[in-house]
């Protein structure tokens, strides 16, 4: 790998400076501590602006070249996610119920080093904009930081991301053209009958019953009404009732899940078709049920052409290759409203084998800051180019 040598050097406090992040993980829009951390340290490093408060909790900062040119913007988010953390490693949460398990303590670090990186050398035209934001989780801080002006206010003419894989090997480099994260959906479903004891389920509407048919049923949907060369996903992921107790029949039930796809008119036949399925399967058990959405969906997060082959000449010139037809991934994406409105692109590096992301034992590899920070510095030295 073509890694600069600083990195080399900076690789162990890059490295716990994202131990210490993980150690003290912080959800949605709530990282005031890993905000604070990070606009110390981008001031700390010479950045000649700082910008705090972005997308409520997000940190803007800007790094001024040689000579005058176009603003790029690099972006790492900084939220955790409510697991509770089974690595068992040294630097493992601190905080129960709460834990890094997709890497963004590691992205953040990555931009960090970077961002130092690029303060200390200077070597290109133009400004670089590090842009560390909030609620990737769910919270759809890209889209918050987007109302906060972030294209306009700081001139970005284009934008790159990177999330970790480890479905690759570590260090290797992955991305596609076009749609490449599908659009998110998540909705709520909520089930009334009528409780009683369960001794007596005749006397009953039984709401556990129907919404567990519920949950049967609405696996037809992809199986059986979506043409099974359009990618779809729907999944039903928490089922609750409003009572523990092991002789009662509640009132009522809630399903939760999520829908994922990439192309509109399929997802809205899904939607359709949901609401059907769920109705009438409802009605079948003497329930009833209503569908909604929890919020706004992300959309399809889809890379522009030009700026695909931008990222991977620089993950190639890290690298020595660089995967340009990555498999679509049904995760989502935030980073998708930033593609909405300004033309750029998003990477996966890879973390080498490890638990999935999402999982308690997931945990970052250090042994790739080297590459992160690499990637970014080549991607902004070449778009950002010294004549």
């Not at 082959?309 to 190639?316: I, S, T």
């Amino acid at each position: 790998m073509a890694i600069r040598n600083r990195f080399a050097e900076l690789h162990p406090e890059i490295t716990a400076f994202r131990h210490d992040l993980h150690r003290n993980p912080e959800l949605l829009y709530d990282v005031g501590r890993t905000a604070r951390k990070v606009a110390g340290a981008l001031r700390a490093m010479g950045c000649d602006a700082v910008h705090e408060g972005i997308g409520r909790t997000g940190v803007v900062a800007l790094i001024h070249g040689r000579a005058l040119g176009r603003t790029i913007g690099l972006r790492a988010d900084m939220d955790a996610l409510p697991i509770h953390e089974a690595t068992g490693a040294d630097h493992a949460s601190t905080v129960p119920g709460k834990m890094h398990a997709c890497g963004h303590d590691g992205h953040t670090a990555m931009l960090l080093g970077a961002a130092r990186y690029l303060a200390e050398t200077r070597n290109f035209a133009g400004t670089v904009a590090v842009v560390f934001q909030p609620a990737e989780e769910g919270g759809a801080g890209a889209e918050a930081m987007m109302r906060d002006g972030l294209i306009e206010r700081f001139g970005i003419a284009e934008i790159y991301g990177m999330h970790n894989s480890p479905l690759l090997p570590a260090g290797a480099f992955a991305i596609r053209p076009g749609p490449f994260y599908a659009a998110v959906d998540s909705f709520r479903i909520a089930v009334r009958g009528r409780g009683g004891h369960a001794a007596r389920p005749n006397n009953t509407v039984d709401t556990t019953l129907a919404a567990s048919a519920i949950v049967v049923a609405v696996q037809s949907v992809v199986s059986r009404n979506t043409d099974p060369q359009q990618p779809l996903v729907i999944s039903i992921t928490a089922f609750r009732t409003e009572t523990d107790a092991f002789n009662v029949i509640p009132d009522a039930a809630t399903l939760r899940g999520t829908i994922r796809s990439f192309d509109e008119a399929a997802r809205e036949k899904a939607v359709a078709d949901l609401r059907r399925v769920i109705d009438l399967t409802a009605a079948a058990y003497g329930a009833t049920a209503e569908f909604s959405f929890e919020e706004e969906p992300y959309p399809v997060m889809a890379n522009h052409a030009a700026e695909t082959d931008h990222a991977a000449e620089a993950a190639r010139a890290v690298a020595g290759a660089c995967d340009t037809d990555a498999p679509r991934t049904t995760g989502g994406e935030d980073f998708a409203y930033m593609l909405k409105a300004c033309p750029g692109a998003y990477i996966q590096i890879g973390n080498g084998p490890s638990a999935g992301l999402h999982h308690p034992e997931y945990d970052f590899n250090d042994a790739i800051i080297p590459a992160g920070c690499s990637y970014w510095v080549e991607l902004a030295e070449r778009r950002l180019l010294l004549s």
